[in-house]
Structures are given as structure tokens and as C-alpha cells.
């Protein structure tokens, strides 16, 4: 018994176990479906727009049932439905909208559809729902909005080609420093080796000078024999 305890409670534990503790009680995450971070897309008339939507449950499923519906003005029609047999089997899939195409897969946990040729009419609210006879038919919904525009809005780059503009001159500007710089430094190296050859040249010279005027005065002070 103890064992068959440790075994679970180890499944559990490979699950996502919140740590929300009631009365010394602790709770597993159900069936949870979403439709990702970002819950709404404005799409152009006439496109083709995918509607995500993902399911996940700790204890895994058996038997999922899931659909998608619209809400048209306060009634639900079904675009889809279908029931997913255990993990890993491919969903068994009705779909009742000419331009509704399922393009989920129960692998990766995904009960999405693709909407082709949008338009106006189709703007509004979309419904994923699921429910999970595992989990005593515990069931869970999210919402994706879809946005119908004639046409996409022109994103403003003013601002980033001024900035881009004044970042390019900046560097520029370094650039024609740092040269000019390199430049001034290489003459001025090669100004002070001219000037020290110029140096030595003159040493030299004064040395050589300073030699024949000695060896002049040595032969002038020389006393005939």
C-alpha cells in the first residue's frame, strides 16, 4: 500500500504539482488549454489565419473531447470538434465550417485550426474548449480574438532612421578622428627621426671637423729636425 502511495505521489511529482496547500492537502494542475501569449491577431481580409490553441494535464488524458467555437453574437456554433483516445493517438476530427481546416496534433499537444480567406463577418471572439473524462470531466476554455482590417497598418520608422542616422554619423565621426589622429602621430614619428638623423649628421660632421683642426695645429707645432 505504502509503495503503491510512493509511486503515485512520484507521478504526481513528475506533473506540474502546484504548491497551493489546503488543509494539508496538496492539489495537481488540471486540464489547462491555451491560446498562447499573445490572445488576439489583426489579420488583413482575404488571408488565411491560424487560431492557436494547446492542452496539458498533469495526469494525462484519456478520451479528450475539445472544440472550437464562435461567438456570434451571444450563440456558440461549433467550427470543430473531435476527441483525442489516449496520448499520442491523432485525433478523431468533425469539422462544420467549409473554411475551417485542423491542423493540430496530439504529439505536441496541439488542437489548433487554420481559417482561410477571412472576412469582416469572421472578426470576433473564438472559443477552445476541452474537457478531460480523466479528470472527472474537468473542463477549461480560452479566447482568441481575431481582428479584420482592409489593410495592415504602416509601422512609423521615422524615429528609428533618425536614431540609426545619428548613430551612423557618430561612428563616422570617431572614424575620421581616429585617421586624422593616426595620420598627425606617423608624421610627427617621422619628423622626429628626420630630426634626430639631422642630429647625429651634425655630431658627426662637428666631430670630423674638430679632428682636422687638431691634426692642423699637431703638424704646425711640429719642430723642424
Not at 472550437?68 to 456554433?77: I, K
Not at 512609423?156 to 581616429?178: H, K, R, Y
Not at 619628423?191 to 704646425?220: Q, R
Request: one cysteine or more.
Amino acid at each position: 500500500m505504502i509503495r503503491t502511495m510512493m509511486a503515485s505521489f512520484t507521478q504526481m511529482n513528475k506533473c506540474c504539482i502546484r504548491n497551493t496547500r489546503v488543509s494539508s492537502v496538496w492539489t495537481v494542475g488540471g486540464l489547462e488549454v491555451s491560446t498562447g501569449k499573445v490572445s488576439s491577431i489583426e489579420a488583413m481580409n482575404g488571408s488565411t489565419v491560424l487560431l492557436p490553441c494547446t492542452y496539458s494535464s498533469c495526469i494525462g488524458i484519456k478520451n479528450l473531447y475539445f472544440n472550437w467555437q464562435y461567438n456570434d453574437n451571444g450563440t456558440f456554433p461549433k467550427l470543430c470538434e473531435g476527441e483525442i483516445s489516449m496520448e499520442g493517438v491523432e485525433p478523431k476530427v468533425n469539422v462544420y465550417h467549409e473554411r475551417v481546416e485542423f491542423v493540430g496534433s496530439s504529439k505536441t499537444n496541439n488542437i489548433s485550426i487554420l481559417l482561410w480567406n477571412i472576412t469582416f463577418e469572421d472578426e470576433g471572439e473564438y472559443i477552445c474548449f476541452a474537457r478531460n473524462p480523466k479528470e472527472k470531466n474537468r473542463n477549461h476554455s480560452a479566447v482568441f480574438t481575431l481582428l479584420v482590417v482592409d489593410q495592415m497598418k504602416e509601422v512609423d520608422n521615422t524615429l528609428t532612421v533618425i536614431i540609426v542616422s545619428v548613430l551612423g554619423g557618430v561612428i563616422g565621426l570617431v572614424i575620421i578622428v581616429m585617421v586624422i589622429k593616426a595620420l598627425v602621430v606617423h608624421f610627427l614619428l617621422k619628423d622626429d627621426e628626420k630630426n634626430k638623423e639631422c642630429l647625429v649628421s651634425s655630431s658627426g660632421n662637428d666631430n670630423t671637423e674638430n679632428g682636422l683642426s687638431g691634426a692642423k695645429a699637431d703638424n704646425k707645432g711640429t719642430p723642424k729636425a
